[in-house]
C-alpha cells in the first residue's frame, strides 16, 4: 500500500461535487473513524472467541485478525487522507443532484418514517404497514398529490400482499386484517 | 464437441413451455427494472432475487439470466432517453446516445443498443461456451491457495479499479470482508461478532447487504439531493434504423465485442472500462460524417460502447460459473443465488449439475432473442416508464427492498438490519466509496478465509505453502500490481497531463 493517500483526480474540467476549501473538520472523517474502529472491534470482538488449538494455529480468529489489521492499517491511511483534503467521487445517478447541499431533514423524515414502519409492521400487518410506509416516504420526497399518494400506497399494499403471500406462498405478517383477506 | 451436446441438452431444458415463461418473466421484470432512473444491474438483480426463491432451482437460473441481460438492457434505454448522467456503465452510452436522441434519432440510438446488445450478447455467449470448458479443465487441478491467490487478486483489482481513490475502495472492502466476518465460523462452530443478538448467528444474508447497500442507501442518498427539477423524456417511437446506420453500427458492435468480453472476464474489468476504451477507439477510428458528429450524437459512440457492455456482462460469467469468482457487484448477487440453492459455482459445478448450468447457459440465448424482440416494439413504453414521478418511485423502492428482506425469515430484526446497512450505503455514495468491493468482499471473504485455512492445514502451518504452486505465486503477483495500478496512474497523469475529454471510469 504505497501512499494511496491523495485520489487521483482526472485531469478534465468535469465539475466534481462539493468543490469546497478544504477544512480539518468534515463529516467523512466520522466515516474514516468507523473504518478504523471496526478493525479494532473486529480484534478486540474475536479475543473471546476460544480457538480449537488443534489446527496448528490456524483457528477461528486467525482471519479476523487478518481482516481487522487491514481495515486498522486502511483505517489510518483514510484519515489521513480526510485530514489532508483528499475526497472520493460521489456517486452518480440519474435523480441525484451532485452540486445540491444535502438535505439533512429529508433523510431523518426517511429514516423516522422506515423505522417507525419497523416498529409497527407486524402489529398493523403488512398492507397498512406497507401503505403507510409508502405514503409517507412519497409525501416527504415530495409528492404534490397526497389523495394520489395515499391511494398509490394502498393498491400496492393490497397487489403485493395478494401476489405474494397468495401468489407466491411468501410469509408476510396480516396484522389488523387477519380474518379479512 | 462435449460442451456443444451439453448445450443442446441445455436448450433441451430451457425450450419447455414453463421455462420459457419464467425466462419471459425474467427478461421482462430485469429490463423494467433496469429501465428505473436510479436502478443498476446490481440492484435490479438484488431486488428480483427474493422472487426465485420460491421457484425450483433450474427454472429460478433461467428467470435470473432473463433478470441479468435485462436489466444491463434497461439500463442503457435510460441513458439515452433521460437527460441526466446515470451510473457509470451506462454513462458513456449516453454520451453519443442522448445528442443523438434530442437531435430526433432517438429510435435510431435505441436500436443500434438493441439490436448492438443482441450481436454482443449472443457472440460473447458463445465465447462463454467455448471459454467456459477450457478455464474448468485448467481450474480442476487448483488447489486451496491458488483459490485464496484468486480471492485475494480479486479483492485489490475490484478496490483499486473501480475507485479513483485506492484507500477509499479498500475501506469499502474491507467492510464487506467483516460483514461477512459475523456469524458462525464454518469450520469450528464458534460465533464471532454476533454481539449477543442470536439472528446474527447464521450472519447477514447477503440480499439484505446488496438491498441495504444498493436500494436503501440509494433512496437514503437521493432524499438528500434530490434533482427538483422535472426529468426531460425525449419521445420516442418504435425503435428502428435505416440502411445508412446498418453500415455504420456493425463494425462497432464487433469491436465493442471484442473489448467486452475480455474485460468483463478479468477481476476488476467490469463494464466501465471497456465501454470507455470503445467510445475512445470509436472516436479515434471515426472518418466523414461519423467524425463530424462524433460529440454531437454520433452512433458508433452508441453501438460500440453498448455492445461492449453487454459483452461484459457475458465475460463476468466466465470466472462466476467456471472459479465461483465474482468480478463485479452483479457477479456477486448471482454467486450469492447459487448459494441460496446450496450450489457453489466452480469446476465441480460443470460436473455435477450440467443441466442446471447449460440450461442457463442456453437461456442467455434465448433471453438476449427475447430482449431484442421486446425492446424494439416496447421503447416507447419504457420511455413512458421514465416519467414515474421520483416520489413514486423511490417510496416503492423502499416498500420492495422492506418486502424482499421480510420475506427471507420473517422477522423484523432483518429490517432494522438493512436500515442500518442503508446508512452505511448512504454514506458510501455520499462519500465516493463504491460499492461493489463491499459487496464482493462480503461473498468471497468467507471463501477466501476457508481456502486459506485448508491451505495453511495442508501445509502444516507453514505459510510458505501459499506461494508454492506457480498459478498462486502469478495471481499474488498480479494482486500486487493492482494495488499499484492507482500510483502509476497518478504518476503518469502527473507527467502528461493529456486533455482527454473523458478521464477513463477508475
Known sequence: ?181 | MDSLQLLIDGFGAALTPVNLLYALVGVTLGTLVGVLPGIGPAMTVALLLPITFTVPPASAFIMFAGIYYGGMYGGSTTSILLNTPGESSSMITALEGNKMARRGRAAQALATAAIGSFVAGTIATALLVVAAPAVVAFAISFGPEDYFALAILAFTAVSAVLSRSLVRGLASLGLGLVIGLIGIDQQTGQARLTMGVPQLLDGIDVVIVAVGLFALGEALYVASRLRHSTPEVVPVGRAWMGRADWARSWKPWLRGTALGFPFGALPGGGAEIPTFLSYAAEKKLARGTAREEYGKGAIEGVAGPEAANNASAAGTLVPLLTLGLPTSATAAILLAAFQQYGLQPGPQLFDHNPALVWGMIASLFIGNTMLLVLNLPLAPLWARVLRIPRPYLYAGIVVFAALGVYALNGTVVDLVVLYVLGLLGFAMRRFGLPVAPAVIGMILGPMAEIQLRRALAIGAGDVSVLVKSPVAVVLLLLALGALLTPLVRKLAVRRELAPTVIHEED
Open chain 1, 1 to 181: 500500500m504505497s501512499s494511496p493517500d491523495t485520489p487521483v483526480r482526472a485531469p478534465s474540467g468535469e465539475p466534481t461535487a462539493g468543490e469546497e476549501p478544504p477544512r480539518r473538520w468534515r463529516p467523512e472523517l466520522v466515516l474514516a473513524l468507523v473504518v478504523l474502529a471496526l478493525g479494532v472491534l473486529v480484534i478486540v470482538g474475536t479475543l473471546n472467541v476460544s480457538a480449537a488449538a488443534s489446527q496448528l494455529g490456524i483457528g477461528p480468529r486467525f482471519f479476523p485478525t487478518l481482516v481487522g489489521g487491514a481495515m486498522i492499517v486502511i483505517g489510518v491511511f483514510y484519515v489521513i487522507d480526510v485530514l489532508r483534503g483528499g475526497q472520493g467521487d460521489p456517486e452518480e445517478s440519474e435523480d441525484v443532484d451532485a452540486g445540491a447541499p444535502a438535505d439533512w431533514r429529508s433523510v431523518a423524515l426517511v429514516s423516522g418514517i422506515f423505522l417507525a414502519f419497523v416498529t409497527v409492521l407486524n402489529v398493523v400487518g403488512w398492507i397498512i404497514g406497507s401503505a403507510l410506509l409508502f405514503f409517507g416516504l412519497s409525501v416527504v420526497l415530495g409528492a404534490g398529490h397526497k389523495v394520489r399518494a395515499a391511494v398509490v400506497g394502498v393498491v400496492l399494499g393490497l397487489v403485493t400482499y395478494l401476489l405474494f403471500v397468495k401468489g407466491l406462498g411468501v410469509t408476510l405478517p396480516a396484522g389488523w386484517l387477519r380474518g379479512v383477506l
